[in-house]
């Protein structure tokens, strides 16, 4: 039990940021829901294996197993026998069944390796000949020593002849092929590895998207957009019909940032008409003829509005109720029925 609903509703809307949900779209996917409960419960479900199946991929890749572990048994416990996920996890315990194996033998390799250097240490070191890139000098202790006491020999000068400036030396064979050491303050390589990363764009129809200055890019038939991605990058969308309002977001690599929704623009009703002294009505309220009439849609999915315009007045004007069909940021004039 929570002590406060503040931090009821704090862990409502992290759970909801897990699942792939940002807590700012809350509003959209609800609207989405009470338009087609049964169709949205069957694609949310498919959304959220989606995402917790590509967010423990990311926690395993991020070395946060027990988060990882979390995710994909979310998955099973939706769809227990799904086949990527079970995959995953028995290539989990494979690795750790090797990795018992490899320690196993490597331990039993350290203690051979221990074994062989006791070994050699009680015996007597035999003559062994120096190599210095050319030059080869031979240093024989007599009586036989010990490796303990190597650091008691002293070896003989190279001969002075030995150089590289000898006739007939050949200068290839001596000179050295070692590539050159980096500069003490070179930078070590960085790799960049981008990351598949997905969001959704509604509406989808006329919606295009724009990464970072790049070129319009129109969003595919699904309305659902997969990119390669090696750092976090802005996005911005827009739909060419003038419907909606334009959208701006971030993306991070490897996550899948929901839906972006446009929200639509108000639409417009102007009842005109050409006899004086006409009333207008539109939807029940009172109105003034040639004035413009917003007609909002909020967080509504559907893209269109019926609107009801009623002249009265004038016995030269129909009374009957004219509908009317307006459109996200359209405009539309509405005229009275002369008898």
């Not at 909801?16 to 479900?45: N, Q, T």
């Not at 959220?48 to 027990?66: C, F, P, Y």
């Not at 070896?155 to 002849?161: F, H, N």
């Not at 509005?305 to 004038?314: C, L, P, T, Y």
Request: proline fraction near 7%.
């Amino acid at each position: 039990r929570f002590p406060a609903i503040g931090e009821m509703v704090t862990a409502l809307e992290k759970y909801l940021e897990e699942s792939g949900i940002a807590a700012d779209k809350v509003a959209g996917e609800l609207g989405r829901y009470f338009a087609s409960p049964a169709s949205y419960e069957h694609a949310l479900e498919e959304r959220l294996i989606d995402h917790l199946t590509r967010s423990g991929q990311t926690l395993l890749v991020e070395g946060n197993r027990a988060a990882a572990l979390d995710a994909f048994d979310r998955v099973l416990t939706m769809d227990a026998d799904n086949t990527k996920v079970l995959a995953i996890l028995d290539g989990i315990n494979r690795r750790v069944r090797f990795k018992a194996g490899a320690a196993a033998v490597l331990l039993v390799g350290m203690l051979v390796a221990g074994a062989y250097g006791i070994h050699r240490r009680s015996q007597v070191a035999a003559p062994e000949a120096v190599s210095t890139f050319g030059v080869t000098v031979v240093a024989i202790a007599d009586p036989p020593v010990r490796l303990g006491q190597l650091d008691e020999i002293t070896l003989p000068p190279p001969d002075a002849d030995a150089g590289g400036d000898e006739p007939g030396l050949d200068a290839a064979a001596s000179a050295d092929t070692r590539p050159p050491p980096l500069p003490i303050d070179a930078a070590p390589a960085v790799v960049v590895v981008a990351k598949r990363t997905r969001f959704q764009v509604f509406p989808r129809a006329n919606s295009e998207y724009r990464l970072e200055g790049g070129t319009w890019i129109q969003v595919p038939g699904d309305g659902v957009v997969d990119i390669e991605l090696a750092a976090p990058t802005a996005v911005h969308i827009r739909n060419k019909s003038s419907c909606c309002q334009d959208v701006t977001g971030k993306l991070e690599p490897g996550a899948d940032a929901g839906v972006f929704t446009l929200a639509f623009l108000p639409g417009a009703v102007i009842p005109v008409c050409a006899e004086a002294g006409v009333r207008v009505e539109i939807n029940g309220r009172p109105w003034d003829v040639g004035e413009r009439y917003d007609v909002v849609f909020g967080n509504s999915v559907d893209a269109t509005r019926s609107v009801k315009v009623v002249f009265s007045g004038s016995d030269k004007v129909d009374p009957a109720p004219v509908t009317s069909t307006v459109e996200p940021g359209g405009s539309k004039e509405v005229e009275c029925v002369v008898k």
